[in-house]
């Protein structure tokens, strides 16, 4: 029996374990740097997660203050939480291969929902990669047009990439 995930706040000496969970996921086109990670990370210490389970760092989620509808592009070597946020865009979270059916990446959206709620966010958003749209709609998200001129960072996560949102704090 795999034992439950502990969620607690990103730090800046977990984001080698991070690039490395990242690279089990994803493919080469959608790696982020370490500086990319580190500017979110900074840009929004509250809502950037990590699971441990026994063998140590299992599963990340980061999410960053955004305007609902203009998701920041993939990658970036910098954020800046724009003057009125009103979602709380939840821009990565990936589970280690063999943590995966643990329950990871449950207890991350959690903690991710949590962050939501203290932040008073009027939205939920993300961008769907990997063919995980369905995954999302179960979480209560529904496809979205993005808006102004944030839509053309849609194409820094490929071509499949779905914008989702939802209603906040709900």
């Not at 389970?53 to 989620?61: C, I, K, N, P, T």
């Not at 179960?138 to 496809?143: D, Q, W």
Request: proline residues 6%.
């Amino acid at each position: 029996m795999k034992q439950a995930a502990v969620i607690r706040s990103m730090r800046a000496e977990d984001i080698a374990s991070v690039l490395e969970i990242q690279s089990c996921c994803y493919d080469e086109t959608k790696l982020e740097s370490a500086q990319s990670f580190l500017a979110k990370l900074s840009a929004s210490p509250t809502s950037c997660f990590v699971a441990l389970v026994s063998d140590g760092l299992a599963g990340y989620l980061v999410a960053i203050p955004a305007e609902a509808g203009s998701p920041p592009p993939l990658n970036s070597p910098t954020y800046s939480v724009p003057p009125t946020p009103d979602a709380l865009y939840l821009h990565d979270l990936a589970v280690h291969p063999a943590a995966r059916g643990a329950s990871v990446a449950v207890a991350l959206i959690e903690a991710y929902f949590q962050a939501l709620k203290q932040l008073k966010a009027q939205f939920a958003c993300l961008t769907a990669v990997n063919g995980s749209t369905s995954f999302w709609e179960r979480h209560g998200f529904r496809v979205a047009v993005p808006t102004g001129s944030a839509a053309g960072h849609m194409e820094t996560y490929g071509e499949e990439a779905q914008y989702m949102n939802r209603q906040g704090s709900a």
